[in-house]
């Protein structure tokens, strides 16, 4: 049972001067996080006769939200051997049937291609008692299933949830992939639509699952077909008395389709979540924009041979790796209700499965180099981007990358694992996120016009032990690594936060791209002035965006300048625009628009010249209007 501890939100008096509906000054929100037992699952639903399959799966999600540990779950008195292996409806293949036999065959017997390592490391990994079946998990496959199969399979579902009186369920486009393929989100809700505003309207926390951004990556996309259906018509229904749920399974469907990691174009797109210069990244942003996720899960795979095995002569071990939003900036309770109400149950959920977690972790391309670092600090992966949107943000990785189907039904598994917990907690918590939401907004919002924000910031490197497995013996390795943590941050450029920022009117691109997030931008109406600070370039030079893992791609020449500030009063014309920072995404904006990080718009070439935009360091007294 996941200890957890009394957070109280106090709300700064500060915190309610700079926004336009100020809250309670001086107000605590008490945010119980004793763990309550969720007593929706309780229903009349789940009172009818269990097969087995609903009784592991019952077992899985209460473990992970009650104070109560229940009995593991694969015990053998808890299987009926005479359960009917009645599928939740019979028009479609069962997600969760019962399995053949309680006991996984020995991995030697498996008719696949040659194990990627020995049949002793394999034999760590055995099979789960359920068997998922998803279209691109039925016996015999050799493709994971197809983006027509999703497309139907989410028709089905969204057709099957509407059958219960309540729930509305919608299959919603979200934007085409480069190939031309569209992107698709199934929206599931007690809303009076599924439409963004009745999903905004109606008080329940939205969370946002997303899967296979990498397309060489597939359980995760695998998982949300089990999660959408099982929130559709099984186990999961009653979580939509607490939460919406919008689940992208498929964020890369060319990538997918090819069996890469990139888009068509050779673009990352986990690497463009700021920038928004390829369609699959713009589709969710503007899903998220739109929707308002308050958590959002990002699952992904992580690879387990590969250069791990040249530097450390060993197998990457755990099922999944886990990391929250780590970049500079973020809100400190954000960064508390994703340890505290996310990951701890999160860790005890697969514990309970018998499945191990670490924190996410990855290393260079650089052979020489044997640092391990924990995801990176910069804002343009998708899990801090949407922290910065202030969304409890949560990346999932399990063991997949380049074991082909090796171990796929326990790395859906984790997935399915993972991914309930997240979604128990959402419910469980519903109340408290609700109000934590608006805290973080105005908090972020006050911020404008004084203190100081972070421009850059990297990890600090420790030592870590770090488990891995003999590639012989499948036994336990423990290595001791240079280890870059992510959690805490060292700030390395400091400014004082502008009340927001001007730009010229030539910053159209920076402008739509802002407006995508869901940035607010004004248009100066008639000709002012500001008292700003201009950035006066030092030193420029050509470079490329480097993650932790390498250089991103040599074609990926950007800008690199050293800037000085100088304060004046500008004249700023007609038709430019203003970036207010007392708005909830002022983090973002910042991320975005101080020109001098390799993640910025100006060195990404979206704002033309550094004469273009001014920090505007006092209250402006312009005339503005919001754009249509
Ligand atoms: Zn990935």
Redesign the pocket.
């Known amino acids: 049972m996941p200890v957890f501890s009394q957070i109280s939100l106090r709300w700064a008096q500060a915190a309610s001067e700079n926004v336009n509906s100020p809250g309670p000054s001086n107000m605590d929100i008490n945010l119980n996080l004793q763990g309550k037992p969720m007593t929706h699952l309780r229903s009349a639903k789940l009172l009818r006769p269990l097969t087995r399959a609903h009784l592991l799966l019952a077992a899985l999600l209460l473990s992970a939200c009650t104070s109560t540990p229940l009995p593991p779950w694969s015990r053998p008195s808890a299987v009926s051997p005479a359960a009917p292996r009645t599928p939740v409806i019979t028009a479609l293949p069962p997600v969760v049937t019962a399995p053949a036999a309680v006991t996984a065959p020995p991995p030697t017997t498996r008719p696949a291609s040659p194990l990627p390592y020995s049949a002793a490391v394999a034999a760590r990994y055995p099979e789960p008692s359920l068997v998922y079946a998803t279209p691109g998990l039925q016996p015999g496959r050799t493709q994971f299933t197809t983006q027509a199969e999703i497309q139907t399979w989410l028709r089905e579902q969204a057709s099957a949830a509407s059958g219960t009186p309540g729930v509305m369920a919608n299959v919603v486009p979200a934007g085409r992939s480069q190939r031309g393929v569209t992107l698709e989100a199934l929206v599931l809700t007690r809303a009076a639509g599924t439409d963004p505003l009745s999903l905004q309207a109606n008080g329940r926390p939205t969370v946002m699952l997303v899967g296979q951004?990498?397309g060489d990556?597939p359980a995760g996309s695998e998982a949300m077909l089990v999660i959408a259906r099982e929130l559709a018509q099984g186990l999961l229904q009653p979580l939509l008395e607490r939460i919406n749920v919008v689940i992208v399974p498929r964020a890369n469907p060319d990538g997918a389709a090819a069996g890469t990691?990139v888009t068509a174009g050779g673009l990352d797109m986990?690497r463009d979540h700021l920038l928004l210069n390829t369609p699959e990244a713009q589709a969710l942003a503007a899903v998220a924009r739109d929707y308002r996720p308050t958590v959002v899960v990002d699952a992904?795979?992580?690879t387990v041979t590969g250069r791990f095995v040249e530097k450390f002569a060993a197998i990457q071990k755990f099922d999944a790796l886990f990391q929250y939003a780590t970049t500079p900036n973020l809100p400190e309770f954000l960064t508390k209700a994703a340890e505290e109400w996310y990951r701890r149950p999160l860790l005890s959920a697969l514990k309970a499965q018998g499945l191990g977690s670490e924190w996410y972790y990855t290393t260079s391309s650089d052979l020489q180099d044997k640092k391990i670092s924990m995801g990176g600090t910069l804002a343009d992966t998708g899990r801090n981007v949407d922290g910065l949107k202030n969304a409890v943000s949560l990346l999932i990785?399990t063991r997949g990358?380049g074991i082909g189907r090796l171990h796929i039904q326990r790395r859906v598994h984790t997935h399915v694992t993972a991914i309930m917990s997240v979604l128990g907690s959402t419910a469980q918590r519903s109340s408290e996120l609700h109000e934590l939401r608006p805290y973080l907004d105005k908090e972020v919002s006050s911020l404008a016009c004084k203190s100081d924000a972070v421009v850059e910031a990297v990890p600090t490197t420790t030592q870590h032990e770090l488990v891995m497995l003999d590639p012989s013996s499948g036994a336990d390795k423990v290595v001791m690594v240079d280890w870059d943590s992510a959690l805490v941050l060292r700030p390395v450029k400091t400014r004082v936060r502008p009340c927001g920022y001007w730009l010229s009117a030539s910053a159209t691109t920076a402008v739509e791209r802002l407006r995508l997030q869901g940035i607010q931008v004004l248009k100066v109406t008639a000709s002012g002035s500001v008292l700003g600070d201009s950035y006066r370039e030092i030193s420029r030079t050509a470079g490329e965006r480097m993650d932790v893992r390498g250089s991103i791609s040599d074609a990926d020449r950007i800008v690199v300048v050293q800037t000085g500030l100088a304060r004046s009063l500008l004249d700023v014309s007609r038709g430019s625009y203003y970036v207010p920072l007392n708005q909830p995404l002022g983090n973002l904006a910042i991320a975005a628009l101080e020109p001098d990080t390799q993640s910025s718009y100006f060195a990404n070439r979206l704002l033309p010249d550094l004469q273009g935009i001014v920090r505007v360091m006092a209250p402006p007294s312009l005339k503005l209007e919001e754009l249509p």
């Open positions: 951004q990498h990556e990691r986990n992904h795979e992580y990785e990358v």
